[in-house]
């Protein structure tokens, strides 16, 4: 072979050693990554400690099985991991006392620093207590509307307030936490409730409907820029307008408050779709 031809033939031979290298290179990543794989099974925490702090609704009041114990055997089935289960919720809670607790409690700061879930529900009380003086008209203002504003406000505040204390006690390690909106269920009978005179020609649906959004829009935006994981539990209860009844959709128990069993499993539910990356 002339050698011109020679030189051009070996400039388009495959360099040979060059393929070899590049596979025993590629057989080595992958055998990386398998051992990576592995170990992180192998790695898997035993047991997991999970802390649910909220109102009645944590405590699962007025249902035989609340979405705390739900959720807690969901993680169990999706991860293989054991769970030990600490419920704080206390019925009739605001978030005032809830931010009280996280801020002064020694058990509540202690269990809420060992966990590696945290799970937490506030604010119907807040809304509830505002809602009840407006129905007497006793709320102030020329609308009767001044303590809904104030309770949001408030509410508001102490959202931001509980989500600092939560992300502060547990900022050394991964945990998984996650939290949700507030649903209204009192649709069916505000719908047919006009208290007040002065405020447009709403019904008390209407008027009480704004201040759930604003509360349940700021519980988004602060979840969303916290990176906590939030389940929409409005949106299942109350549909994607917010006017749907939740006790006509048999979520609600007898009187009208709180979720029954049925309820609660849609709660637990909705908490499971978020998955459980820290």
């Known amino acids: 072979m002339p050698e011109k031809s020679r030189i051009a033939y070996l ?64 993680v169990e089935t999706d991860t293989g991991v054991a769970v030990t289960r600490t419920n704080l919720g206390q019925n009739g809670w605001t978030s005032s006392q809830l931010l009280s607790a996280l801020r002064n409690d020694p058990t509540f700061r202690r269990a809420t620093r060992e966990a590696e879930i945290v799970t937490w529900n506030i604010g119907g009380n807040d809304l509830r207590a505002a809602r009840n003086s407006y129905k007497k008209g006793t709320c102030g203002g020329a609308d009767n509307q001044d303590c809904l504003r104030a309770g949001v406000a408030k509410l508001k505040t102490n959202w931001d307030a509980i989500t600092a204390e939560v992300l502060e006690l547990r900022a050394t390690s991964n945990t998984i936490v996650r939290t949700m909106d ?75 408050v709180h979720p029954n069993n049925s309820g609660h499993r849609i709660i637990a539910d909705e908490l499971r779709k978020l998955g459980y990356i820290p």
Do not use: C
């Open 11 to 74: 400039a388009r031979r495959p360099d040979m050693a060059g393929n070899v290298r590049r596979l025993l290179r590629l057989i080595l990543v992958v055998v990386l990554l398998v051992g990576a794989s592995q170990g992180t099974t192998l790695a898997a925490p035993a047991s997991w400690d999970y802390v649910a702090l909220g109102d009645s609704l944590a405590t699962g009041f007025g249902a035989f099985k609340g979405y705390v114990p739900r959720y807690e055997a969901h």
């Open 182 to 256: 507030i649903y209204n269920p009192y649709v069916r009978t505000d719908k047919i409730s006009d208290t007040s005179q002065n405020d447009g020609g709403m019904n008390d649906f209407q008027v009480f409907k704004r201040y759930v959004d604003q509360v349940n829009y700021h519980i988004a935006t602060t979840s969303y820029t916290s990176g906590i994981p939030y389940a929409e539990v409005y949106l299942t209860f109350n549909g994607t307008t917010g006017d749907e009844d939740p006790k006509s959709m048999g979520y609600l128990s007898f009187y009208g």
